[in-house]
């Protein structure tokens, strides 16, 4: 395969994906990792404080269902994560797509954006489709809430 085909193929691969992404949100199928996978406590019905922080998670922000849902999809990808690497804004998980599938990493960030609006959430598919990135970034402080809320050892 030439160099000009094999580029444009992983260019039509990653818009296919974006294209994948952008269809599954607009029908509704996603609904959103860390809030959820802790068990609730506290009224439910006020927005909880998960560190003592600016940054809150709504935990009305999903139904029960969905709360159980996405908890399951947390626990998934905390167990799949092949790595952990910090970046000047964040943390990027990586993932095999044999292992995670670009339609749960979809699903978990459309749930989790609800109960946590702070975060920016990036989703890479890199190396010829064979790493699937998710990068969460936000405002400053925010390296210490995902630390704590994805068990990430400081270094």
Known sequence: MTEGKRRFVVSSRRRAAVA?????IAWGGAEGLAAQARPETGNAGKQMATTQSKFYCNVKALTPEERAHHRKLTEKL???RKETVESAKG???QFSPKNVTFGELAEWVAMES?????LDFHIDLEN???????????????????RSEFQIPTQ
């Open 78 to 80: 905390l167990a799949a």
């Open 114 to 118: 609800k109960c946590c609006p702070f």
């Open 91 to 93: 943390y990027e998980f």
């Open 128 to 146: 010829e489709g064979n790493l699937l990135c998710l990068r969460l970034t936000g405002e400053e402080g925010i390296k210490a809430f995902l």
């Open 20 to 24: 994948g992404l952008a269809l599954f």
